[in-house]
């Protein structure tokens, strides 16, 4: 499936989604945001789809926002743009299923966003992750507000902001914005296997886990263990639950195993 500038593929409950603008290195313009808006509204319906990856085409994840279809614009226009883009940066956050960034190259501005985005973020050793927003008058964008702060730590965010300088994969893995780097070659079979034992595990344990997690720092102790109440009486009751004691009592292997190397 295509739409535009992105690609859509699905094989065996994985969605992979590219970035499709190489020439560009995959720089974030009006089509490609539609494009990810309605993959992203697609997945959420098809139950069947399990996991997703993020991908850019060719050398690079994503440069950002296309700076050469910015132009100066009034406070209200500038708001209006971003707000078109809410809905989309909300409902990934928000997808109940596990993403996965393969970041190869550059993520830049709207694509280190992107990538913060995703639940784990595998990098080649030659990725390189900015937010030079402050470089062109602009604030991060994208959701990396949320998302900077509570992958590596306010101080580091405010670093990563105000100074706008680039770090390489080795210290944003020690920043905690990657979970493993792999080589180029490597880079799409280890996201797709990451993403295959991922969609293995059980779908509602897993949901109810994102969703009180991305509320934990916002959160109270009283209103995440009444969270944590509601959720495990809902994941109590279902099937895979169920199954997955089982199985144990069986001394059957779990379905879901980890994909570790």
Request: glycine letters at 8%.
């Amino acid at each position: 499936m295509t739409h535009d500038q992105l690609l859509v593929d699905v094989k065996d409950g994985v969605a992979t989604l590219t970035l499709n603008r190489p020439e560009r290195k995959n720089a974030l313009d009006l089509p490609m945001r539609d494009g990810l808006d309605d993959a992203i509204r697609r997945i959420r319906r098809d139950r069947d789809i399990r996991a997703v990856i993020l991908r850019g085409e060719g050398d690079n994840f994503c440069s950002g926002g296309d700076v050469r279809g910015m132009s100066p614009r009034s406070a209200e226009e500038g708001r209006n743009r971003i707000d078109d883009l809410h809905p989309f940066v909300s409902a990934l956050v928000d997808l109940d299923r596990p993403v996965i960034a393969a970041v190869d190259g550059v993520a830049y501005g709207a694509g280190f966003s992107l990538a913060l985005a995703a639940d784990f973020v595998i990098a080649t050793p030659r990725a390189r992750f900015c937010m030079p927003f402050i470089k062109i008058g602009l604030v991060p964008d994208c959701g990396a507000f949320y998302t900077l702060p509570r992958v590596v730590g306010l101080s580091r965010a405010k670093d990563l902001v105000f100074t706008a300088r680039e770090i390489g994969a080795d210290e944003a893995q020690r920043m905690g914005a990657v979970f493993e780097i792999q080589s180029p070659e490597r880079l799409c079979a280890r996201a797709v296997q990451i993403a295959q034992s991922l969609a293995r595990a059980p779908s509602t344990a897993f949901g109810l886990s994102k969703r009180a997690l991305n509320m934990s720092l916002g959160s109270d102790l009283r209103t995440l263990l009444e969270i944590e109440s509601v959720a495990q009486g809902i994941a109590c009751s279902t099937e895979a639950h169920r199954d997955a004691v089982q199985r144990f009592m069986e001394k059957l292997p779990a379905h879901f195993q980890w994909a570790a190397e």
